[in-house]
């Protein structure tokens, strides 16, 4: 039997585009379009090439990322793989039964009852009546929907049709799953719950394939990923450092502070970039948890600007905009007065204590407590992928929480202890 669970050979996709002269026109120019030599507005027709040539192996047992920015052709190659839809050339190879999630519900029939559902969707996938049977009392569980299996899907909540969908992809074992932004759903508790769940199933040797726009999760989950851009493979290798050329490309296509209205301020100083380096004040476009890094906020100020008592503040907040950390110079006494007309403001974080995931900047230039010079919401990201932070080998996942604590464990005999 071959190692390889799936193969993708030269796949490309191409969709027709048709545009008209005018869509929608009145009855009159209906009228005038019959009249011979008066005919209606040409139409012409565009090919939109989705996927161009892309070829790739995925040995059974890996779980592999898929990334991209949005229109890069992830989810159409993904449907090509769960045979929705059909390559315009090119072949794929599957070798094994194939599950997917790549919309909430895909496979549901909204007249069926939860219970009648799984069982369907486990038929699709040509499991036996009794492989189902064995989990279906995990599937359940798992989707917390025991009080209403015997209602139609149909009149479930959103939520709950999400979690039953997700359950059912991924307790029915598969050789191989699709999955497709599972974790871009659901409440922060459902979340953490299917990252657990997908850890689970990539232990468990079957094959993943895993397309999000989550950074932290390809990075938690996936060995290697898989890289498009506008539908050509832009790189396959890593997940780290696909992760890192992702990264790199959206960076480039950020709005510049300069650009930003949303500021709030006198204005006498105002922070023109923001750059990610290391020590060595190399530009780096992610940090790694346990590194130490410096985070540049490049400004300029106007002419013989002098303030005393100045505070320059970083604020880190995850992605739902609960706050991590705020630090400042003042806690470090270190005083800011007479300002160069252009230089940094420098904050340099030592052996970075953050799990991996993309955290938001705030940043805020102050006179003493209430008058602000610049301050801006979200100005940048902070991309932190994994990193050995207790030189143990051992990485917390991230759904366990946003920071890493330098700690140390011992064990004391009971007798050292004053017995009352």
């Given at each position: 039997m071959t190692n390889i669970a799936v193969r993708v050979e030269n796949v490309s996709k191409s969709y027709t585009i048709a545009h008209e002269g005018k869509r929608y026109r009145t009855l009159r120019e209906d009228l005038i379009a019959l009249i011979p030599g008066r005919g209606s507005p040409r139409t012409t027709r565009e090919t939109f090439w989705a996927l161009r040539d892309v070829s790739f192996e995925v040995p059974r047992g890996e779980v592999m990322g898929i990334i991209g920015r949005n229109g890069a052709g992830k989810s159409t190659l993904l449907k090509i793989l769960a045979r929705i839809?059909?390559?315009?050339?090119?072949?794929?190879?599957?070798?094994?039964?194939?599950?997917?999630?790549?919309?909430?519900?895909?496979?549901?029939?909204?007249?069926?009852?939860?219970?009648?559902?799984?069982?369907?969707?486990?038929?699709?996938?040509?499991?036996?009546?009794?492989?189902?049977?064995?989990?279906?009392?995990?599937?359940?569980?798992?989707?917390?929907?025991?009080?209403?299996?015997?209602?139609?899907?149909?009149?479930?909540?959103?939520?709950?049709?999400?979690?039953?969908?997700?359950?059912?992809?991924?307790?029915?074992?598969?050789?191989?799953?699709?999955?497709?932004?599972?974790?871009?759903?659901?409440?922060?508790?459902?979340?953490?719950?299917?990252?657990?769940?997908?850890?689970?199933?990539?232990?468990?040797?079957?094959?993943?394939?895993?397309?999000?726009?989550?950074?932290?999760?390809?990075?938690?989950?996936?060995s290697r990923a898989l890289?498009?851009?506008?539908?050509?493979?832009?790189?396959?290798?890593?997940?780290?450092?696909?992760?890192?050329?992702?990264?790199?490309?959206?960076?480039?296509?950020?709005?510049?502070?300069?650009?930003?209205?949303?500021?709030?301020?006198?204005?006498?100083?105002?922070?023109?970039?923001?750059?990610?380096?290391?020590?060595?004040?190399?530009?780096?476009?992610?940090?790694?948890?346990?590194?130490?890094?410096?985070?540049?906020?490049?400004?300029?100020?106007?002419?013989?600007?002098?303030?005393?008592?100045?505070?320059?503040?970083?604020?880190?907040?995850?992605?739902?905009?609960?706050?991590?950390?705020?630090?400042?110079?003042?806690?470090?006494r270190e005083p800011f007065d007479h300002l160069p007309p252009k230089g940094a403001f420098v904050c340099r974080i030592h052996n970075l204590p953050l799990s991996a995931n993309v955290f938001k900047i705030t940043y805020s230039l102050m006179i003493g407590e209430e008058s602000y010079i610049d301050y801006l919401e979200h100005a940048a990201d902070l991309t932190v992928i994994a990193g050995d932070f207790f030189g143990s080998g051992e990485i917390p996942p991230p759904a366990f929480g946003p920071l890493l604590v330098a700690a140390n464990w011992s064990l004391v005999a009971e007798d050292v202890y004053a017995r009352p």
């Open positions: 839809t059909k390559p315009t050339t090119g072949s794929i190879d599957l070798y094994g039964r194939v599950g997917s999630l790549l919309e909430v519900g895909t496979g549901f029939h909204p007249e069926l009852t939860g219970h009648e559902n799984i069982y369907l969707s486990g038929t699709i996938l040509g499991m036996r009546r009794a492989e189902i049977a064995r989990q279906f009392d995990a599937i359940v569980d798992f989707a917390e929907v025991e009080q209403f299996l015997d209602t139609p899907v149909k009149r479930y909540s959103s939520g709950m049709y999400m979690r039953l969908a997700f359950a059912v992809a991924a307790h029915l074992e598969p050789e191989i799953l699709i999955v497709d932004e599972v974790l871009a759903v659901g409440d922060a508790a459902f979340q953490k719950k299917s990252l657990g769940k997908m850890g689970d199933v990539a232990k468990s040797g079957r094959t993943v394939l895993f397309v999000s726009h989550n950074m932290a999760a390809v990075e938690a989950l996936c890289l498009l851009e506008r539908g050509r493979t832009a790189f396959l290798g890593a997940a780290s450092e696909a992760i890192g050329r992702y990264l790199t490309h959206n960076a480039a296509m950020m709005v510049s502070l300069e650009q930003r209205l949303d500021r709030v301020g006198t204005g006498e100083v105002r922070v023109i970039g923001i750059q990610l380096c290391d020590v060595a004040g190399n530009r780096i476009e992610a940090a790694t948890s346990g590194q130490d890094i410096e985070v540049h906020f490049l400004y300029e100020a106007q002419p013989d600007f002098f303030r005393r008592n100045l505070r320059f503040s970083l604020l880190l907040k995850t992605a739902s905009d609960m706050p991590v950390f705020l630090h400042h110079n003042r806690l470090t």
